[in-house]
């Protein structure tokens, strides 16, 4: 069973979450696309009506729009029900690591106004401890060398046995990725989180940076894609 079967079952199970009238938060990376295609499908069949979505990413935006799911702006949802969204790693407390597609800040700005938060991943995401992927910490440009050098103290200090701290690059290698809201990215490998929580407080303590990929206490829900379905995980 291929990892992209895997997401297909876990982002068509999310469907059972979403009601008609709905006001909903779009997240970003292959398997929320998979979702949205999903979405579309369904608003054409007729089973889902008067949805509006909310993107986290101009790639969302673009696949929301192909897929026919009407979007608003995020100024206007006075109220966004639920969130669906990716993951790169969640652990068994439902932590999370987010950012690897480059859109964590509006992520997390979208998540955390959610009423619900339910996160679609296939079973490779699932770990016991959180570090294994890079950590992405979204920066401002400005100072970024200092900030980098802060990010490494606070991620060792926070019990990091290591801090590999890289700028990402685009895909040329040669300019720095830039997010949509104009922002860089520095990708922290520490092979391991042993206090996320402790993490996170450090990294939010940082003039220059904007926000962390670590989403703590947001998702209520985790969908796990299998090879012969879907697995719903509550807390």
């Not at 719903?232 to 807390?235: A, G, N, P």
């Given at each position: ?10 982002a ?43 993107p ?7 696949a ?14 006075v ?33 955390h106004a ?31 060398t200092i ?12 019990g ?43 990294l ?5 940076v ?21 697995q719903?995980?509550?807390?």
């Open positions: 069973m291929s990892a992209s079967a895997m997401k297909t079952h876990a068509e199970a999310a469907l059972d979450y979403v009601e008609s009238g709905m006001t909903l938060g779009l997240g970003s990376g292959s398997t929320a696309e998979i979702f949205i295609a999903r979405l579309g499908e369904a608003l054409k069949a007729g089973n889902l009506t008067s949805l509006r979505g909310v986290t990413s101009e790639m969302t935006a673009r929301a729009k192909a897929a026919g799911v009407p979007l608003i702006p995020v100024d206007q949802a109220r966004i029900d639920l969130t669906v969204d990716g993951a790169d790693e969640v652990d068994g407390r439902f932590r999370l690591i987010k950012g690897g597609g480059g859109c964590l800040l509006r992520e997390k700005i979208i998540a959610s009423d619900r938060m339910v996160v679609v991943i296939d079973e490779t995401k699932l770990v016991e401890t959180l570090g294994a992927f890079p950590l992405p910490v979204e920066v401002d440009p400005f100072g970024f900030t980098a050098k802060k990010v490494f103290d606070a991620l060792r200090a926070s990091a046995p290591r801090c590999d701290v890289a700028l990402r690059r685009r895909g040329d290698g040669l300019e720095p990725f830039v997010t949509d809201g104009g922002h860089y990215i520095l990708d922290c490998a520490c092979d391991e989180l042993p206090d996320p929580e402790a993490a996170a407080r450090r939010a303590a940082i003039p220059g904007v926000e962390h990929g670590l989403f703590i206490g947001l998702a209520r829900t985790v969908i796990v894609g299998e090879e012969d379905g879907a719903v995980l509550e807390i």
